[in-house]
């Protein structure tokens, strides 16, 4: 089959697996590779150390897997209107507000899922194709990758958005051997706004492209390990897991568009659970609760600790 075509085949059985679009990204990954060092030089990544760690793998796609020439980049929406608005649950201290992605399943075995079948599907077509999938689990610029294959652009507060979709949305990667025909990178569409750096609770988004993510409500409340400094206890308010404020304030994600699974649904009231009811639990019911979900890698000892924050900010 002729790439060309075969390209237009793995867009069919990508829409049909659940994927709402895709790319192809060629593996230079030199100017992302410029930006994330200056950001690890600046002390920005906190404790995620595995930002460095892999050295020079995570821009070096053929390091990670021989070979490698193309990238495919795929989109899996996650918005759904009928959940009750991230923003309705700012305004209600007695309420918990949880990030979006976070309120139903895991998206890492399901998309992985989703792209090793995409990928075998592919794999009967052309017998050379070599392949990995990755979602959120390696070293890989899931972003800068998505950029250049056209599923949209960075936005100011270091997301990527697409002008028909929003920024709700996961990112899944199977990189590959064949000569598959590269996208065109996606353009900037955020002109001169700057809604996501003005509504930064805690300021995080220090320059346009450049979060600091020792400021980061999302980065305090899941990555980070120990006490959270004191000064950004009030800005956290009843945020316990995450922070979707510079997504929640982005004209673009008018245009989110709504899942085309319900896993991504909440479970347990998470769209909008009573602080007070959580504070009942204990480990056990923290582990049952919180089975399948993103939620549960963060460990009951940071649960508790984002908890308590927003407790005392009721
Ligand atoms: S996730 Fe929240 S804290 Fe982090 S940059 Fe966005 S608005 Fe700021
Ligand atoms: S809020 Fe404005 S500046 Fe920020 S990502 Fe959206 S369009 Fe870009």
Redesign the pocket.
């Known amino acids: 089959m002729i790439y060309t075509e075969l390209l237009k085949q793995i867009q069919i059985w990508a829409i049909e697996l659940g994927f709402s679009q895709v790319g192809v990204s060629d593996v230079d990954l030199s100017e992302a590779e410029g930006h994330l060092k200056k950001w690890i030089a600046k002390g920005f990544h906190g404790q995620m150390d595995f930002m460095h760690k892999h050295g020079s793998m995570r821009t070096n796609p053929n390091e990670l897997v021989e070979e490698t020439i193309r990238i495919i980049s795929l989109r899996f929406d996650y918005f759904d209107k009928s959940i009750i608005a991230y923003e309705d649950v700012l305004k209600k201290p007695q309420k918990a507000a949880i990030s979006r992605y976070a309120m139903g399943r895991d998206y890492h075995k399901l998309i992985r899922k989703k792209l090793k079948n995409l990928a075998e599907k592919i794999k009967a077509e052309v017998n050379d194709f070599n392949y990995r999938v990755f979602t959120d689990s390696a070293p890989v610029m899931e972003k800068a990758i998505a950029e250049k294959a056209g599923i949209g652009w960075i936005?100011?507060?270091s997301?990527v958005?697409n002008a028909k979709a929003g920024?709700y949305f996961f990112l899944g990667e199977i990189y590959t051997n064949i000569p598959l025909p590269i996208s065109k990178k996606a353009s900037f569409?955020?002109?001169t706004?700057?809604?996501?750096?003005d509504?930064c609770p805690t300021k995080a988004i220090i320059a346009?492209f450049q979060v600091d993510a020792r400021r980061c409500i999302s980065y305090l409340t899941i990555e980070h390990k120990g006490p959270i400094p004191k000064e950004f206890h009030k800005a956290i308010g009843n945020r316990i897991y995450g922070c979707d404020d510079?997504?929640m304030?982005?004209?673009?994600?008018k245009f989110a568009t709504d899942s085309k699974v319900t896993d991504f649904l909440p479970r347990n009231q998470f769209d909008q659970p009573d602080i007070k009811e959580l504070m009942k639990w204990d480990e056990q019911t923290f582990l049952k609760k919180t089975e399948g979900s993103p939620i549960r890698r963060i460990g009951y000892k940071s649960w508790r600790r984002n908890l308590e924050i927003a407790y005392k900010n009721q």
């Not at 706004?193 to 750096?197: D, L, N, P, V």
């Open positions: 936005g100011k507060h997301n958005l920024s569409h955020c002109g706004c700057t809604k996501c750096i509504a346009p510079c997504q304030v982005c004209p673009w994600n």
